[in-house]
């Protein structure tokens, strides 16, 4: 076998590139399908108790093989003013939680008056995750119409919209009196991340799918058409995620390590196979030609984004007229391919042809999945390092960081803080906004540069903790940059409070590895994705259909 080095984290860790990530086979979506699959899931609705109004309450079951999980959603009927994707709402759709058992009819009636409140009310530990939904009203309205009048919607614009339904927050670990992670995180079911979220959104689509058909009924007076399971399965679940999940890159950064380098390893080791098999290659091959029509049916309205997209189509054209010319059963032919886009295709292209050369390889790389969670906080600051050893790694992790001229204003025009609405995270403009003062530590190039400047007059012999004695302002990062000694994929590579930042790649990054397609910014601050999208139902979810149901079938030729 071939030795290839991983990938170094001064190109992986670059924010343009964190923002062209994909979905892979080790996307947390993916990791849990095939994990239901493969453990022979079984699922049942249990309760169905919603009025041709559309209002009332369901539950859907997800057994395990030693623990059920069950979905409670609540449906309402939201006047359409009080529609909104902002967090701000206090009112939606549809509202959700995941239940660790079968609820009694007595957590029924307790989670009716707390679910539906959302953050204004209370749930406990037996509820693992808290959720809301709104519709896409056009193509709701649309496919509830059609169905009525016993016909089949139009898949063109089921394929325009792709979902029935968005989730504005899906929230876990701990928030509003939810079970904290340390709970389940033994559970196996549970141990990569965010899978009761995943588990969650999935059981959504289900109910989603239900919701839609009963209203249907309820207007055909029980005669309606019954909506095409291969219609339902293109249909997923929508999501609109705005600035409160881009500071979640920079406060986990063990975590975010893990992730990233657990993609770098699954693709080394794929870079270090000598020779692939004729199925390798077929695998590779035909999966190309369907995400090909993922990238071909990808619309924005965002001028970043719809760059991209013109990039990645070019890409397209020269992987495919270079692999007319390429024999992959030659030796170390992936590494070859790689080390050809490195030169031939944008960053996006790039990063799109990592995610599809690691799915002949499950095998290979998906034990990785179990590498990806973080179970303890074992960072304690050393306090014995000496001044010299923490000048040196500073000199050597940070030399972005110190390459910065911090006293420019573009360097430090934005800020940081926390809304004192909604307690969620906003970034304001530092020299036009009175926020200094509210500043969140979401900078640390800037801290890492502050730091090295008081090095300066500070002995080589010294110990840390005689430092942070005299500054305690640089404690948290200190810490920091000895955590990055130790993992190397855990800090962004970029100035993250410039006039240039975009915080929307660090939200494609972690969307990416939750499996989400479609990637649709709204601005440079929020964007619109779907999950899901052609993911067996829960009736047809089996070890042949558990995998590849990310790319859809290729278009006849």
């Known amino acids: 076998m071939t030795q290839i080095e991983l990938r170094d984290p001064k190109q992986v860790m670059r924010l343009a590139r964190l923002g062209s990530f994909h979905q892979s086979r080790l996307s947390f979506m993916r990791i849990l399908t095939r994990r239901m699959a493969r453990e022979n899931w079984r699922f049942e609705r249990t309760e169905f108790d919603i009025n041709p109004q559309g209002v009332g309450y369901a539950v859907y079951t997800a057994h395990a093989p030693e623990q059920s999980y069950s979905l409670v959603a609540f449906a309402h009927d939201l006047p359409p003013e009080q529609r909104s994707d902002r967090v701000i709402a206090e009112a939606w759709d549809a509202t959700f939680t995941l239940f660790d058992g079968i609820p009694t009819e007595d957590d029924i009636t307790r989670l009716a008056q707390n679910v539906p409140r959302q953050e204004a009310g209370r749930v406990s530990e037996t509820e693992l995750s808290l959720a809301r939904a709104n519709r896409s009203v056009r193509l709701w309205e649309h496919v509830v119409s059609a169905l009525a009048a016993g016909q089949q919607p139009d898949p063109a614009q089921i394929d325009a919209v792709g979902y029935l339904m968005r989730t504005t927050a899906v929230y876990g670990s701990g928030k509003f009196g939810a079970a904290d992670r340390e709970m389940t995180n033994n559970r196996p079911e549970f141990r990569a991340p965010f899978q009761v979220e995943m588990l969650s959104v999935y059981l959504i689509r289900w109910f989603v799918t239900d919701l839609v058909q009963h209203m249907a009924d309820a207007r055909a007076n029980g005669k309606a058409a019954q909506l095409d399971p291969q219609l339902a399965r293109c249909l997923g679940i929508g999501n609109s995620t705005g600035l ?96 050809w886009a490195e030169g031939a295709l944008s960053t996006e292209g790039q990063e799109w042809l990592v995610s599809l050369m690691l799915e002949p390889y499950g095998a290979l790389v998906d034990d990785e999945a179990d590498q990806m969670a973080q179970l303890v906080d074992d960072h304690a600051i050393d306090g014995v390092m000496r001044v010299a050893e923490l000048r040196s790694l500073l000199k050597e992790l940070y030399d972005w960081a110190l390459a910065i001229d911090w006293s420019q204003p573009e360097a430090r025009a934005r800020a940081w803080y926390v809304s004192e609405e909604k307690l969620e995270p906003r970034l304001g403009e530092r020299f036009e906004e009175p926020i200094e003062p509210y500043e969140q530590p979401l900078a640390p190039g800037r801290d890492a540069a502050a730091l090295f400047e008081t090095l300066a007059d500070w002995p080589d012999e010294a110990e840390v903790a005689e430092l942070l004695l005299a500054h305690p302002e640089h404690r948290h990062i200190l810490r920091r940059v000895q955590i990055v000694a130790r993992a190397p994929y855990a800090e962004i590579h970029d100035n993250t409070i410039s006039a240039e930042v975009l915080p929307i790649d660090m939200l494609r990054c972690k969307l990416s590895f939750f499996g989400a397609t479609q990637f ?38």
């Not at 007229?321 to 030796?331: G, M, P, R």
């Not at 993911?535 to 558990?546: F, G, I, Q, R, Y």
Request: glycine letters at 2%; proline letters at 5%.
């Open 244 to 339: 409160g999940m881009a500071p979640f890159l920079l406060n986990h950064p063990q975590l975010i390590n893990n992730w990233i380098a657990a993609r770098e390893r699954a693709l080394q080791s794929v870079r270090q196979v000598r020779v692939a098999t004729d199925a390798e290659i077929t695998l590779f091959h035909e999966l190309r030609a369907r995400a090909e029509q993922t990238v071909l049916s990808w619309h924005s309205e965002h001028p970043v984004q719809i760059e991209k997209i013109a990039h990645l189509t070019c890409d397209l054209a020269e992987l495919e007229a270079h692999l007319s010319q390429t024999d992959l059963c030659k030796e170390n032919a992936w590494d070859s391919l790689y080390r």
């Open 520 to 557: 649709d910014p709204r601005s440079d601050r929020w964007v619109r994705i779907c999950m899901y999208a052609g993911a067996p139902l829960p009736s047809e979810l089996s070890a042949e259909t558990s995998d590849f149901w990310i790319y859809p079938e290729a278009a006849a030729t």
